[in-house]
């Protein structure tokens, strides 16, 4: 089965740029159309960043669509994300996703699989 | 943008116990694209409920999802120790894609 890894440094400095990568592994990059980036600041809820379509479409949240840039690799069979202007307010666990799909209908079906989590802490 | 809201913020209850979770939408959720994830500390969300009330793979009958349009609710019949957990919702209808604040199962 699929298998997502985010990887990346775990501190940047403010007014910096973020940068991390979800490696695919288990299957195809291309098997799923929508790979995203979720995010969760320590103790608060989910924040969906925005998402890539395998052929290199996207989709940004209009709140952080002026910093946000996610690309694909399919040759490495991974997506990124770049994140910049960094402040404290972006330290969070940052998550990469799959779309889900309904076996029967083919339709989207949510998020999954997930990978761990990494936290990127924002300080000087 | 697609608000969604959760309620209650938190529910104590006790193993064995039914657990019902509100989510409202701020308007109609497109074809019911409406998920549920439950998120225990440090670990990853996990996808229980999609189409507003379809399983994913592996997730226990106990779970289960109803409603449609812009309410939307999550049971689970009878609490298991290892449900104690953060509940969110998320639609996937639209974009950006939207969370709820989440609901923490804890116990009483």
């Known amino acids: 089965q699929v298998q997502l890894q985010e990887s990346g440094p775990g501190l940047v400095k403010p007014s910096g740029t973020l940068s991390l990568t979800c490696a695919v592994s288990?299957?195809?990059?291309?098997?799923?159309?929508?790979w995203s980036w979720v995010r969760q600041p320590p103790g608060k809820g989910l924040e969906w960043i925005g998402e890539?379509?395998?052929?290199?479409?996207?989709n940004y949240n209009p709140s952080l669509k002026s910093r946000v840039t996610i690309s694909v690799d399919k040759s490495k069979n991974q997506f990124s994300l770049k994140l910049s202007s960094v402040t404290a307010a972006d330290t969070a666990v940052y998550y990469c996703a799959g779309t889900y799909y309904d076996i029967l209908t083919g339709y989207e079906a949510g998020f999954d699989p997930w990978g761990q989590g990494t936290l990127v802490t924002v300080s000087s | 943008e697609i608000v969604l809201t959760q309620s209650p913020g938190t529910l104590s209850l006790s193993p064995g116990e039914r657990a019902t979770l509100s989510c409202r939408a701020s308007q109609s959720v497109s074809s019911s694209y409406l998920a549920w994830y439950q998120q225990k500390p440090g670990q990853a969300p996990r996808l229980l409920i999609y189409g507003a009330s379809s399983r994913a793979t592996g997730i226990p009958d106990r779970f289960s999802g109803s409603g449609s349009g812009t309410d939307f609710t999550l049971t689970i019949s009878r609490l298991e120790p290892e449900d104690f957990a953060v509940y969110y919702c998320q639609q996937y209808g639209s974009s950006p894609r939207t969370f709820g604040p989440g609901t923490k199962v804890d116990i009483k």
């Open positions: 288990g299957g195809s990059i291309s098997s799923s159309n929508w």
């Open positions: 890539i379509y395998h052929s290199g479409s996207t």
